[in-house]
């Protein structure tokens, strides 16, 4: 069993950062896939990041050059720093984890944490 709780969502204006932390309870933390979602207004969920525990990363097109995954085991995290936001990053993101990275990046992963709202004002 995984449990996440993610953290460090809020609002800030338009071209802001922010970092987004998942922390992971339970066994073997470092050999599951961690990612991250996010779900906006009146829209699908979506895959934004993965990264492998080799630390091999993953991001969608949409935040490719702006957000930056990463983990540290030791901690049993992972983040998400975003920069340069835009109005449309305005989601609830959720990180989701498990062994296999195609059940991360597909959605179907077995564990997922609450959310943490971020909401991003022009």
């Known amino acids: 069993q995984v449990q996440l709780v993610e953290s460090g969502g809020g609002l800030v204006q338009v071209g802001g950062s922010l970092r987004l932390s998942c922390a992971a309870s339970g066994r073997s933390f470092s050999s599951y896939v961690m990612g991250w979602f996010r779900q906006g207004p009146g829209k699908e969920r979506e895959f934004v990041a993965a990264?492998?525990?080799?630390?091999?990363?993953y991001y969608a097109d949409s935040v490719k050059g702006r957000f930056t995954i990463s983990r540290d085991n030791a901690k049993n995290t992972v983040y998400l720093q975003m920069n340069s936001l835009k109005p449309e990053d305005t989601a609830v993101y959720s990180c989701?984890?498990?062994?296999?990275?195609?059940?991360?990046?597909?959605?179907?992963?077995?564990?997922w944490g609450q959310g943490t709202q971020v909401t991003v004002s022009s």
């Open positions: 990264i492998s525990w080799s630390g091999s990363t």
């Open positions: 989701n984890a498990d062994p296999a990275l195609r059940a991360v990046v597909g959605g179907d992963s077995d564990y």
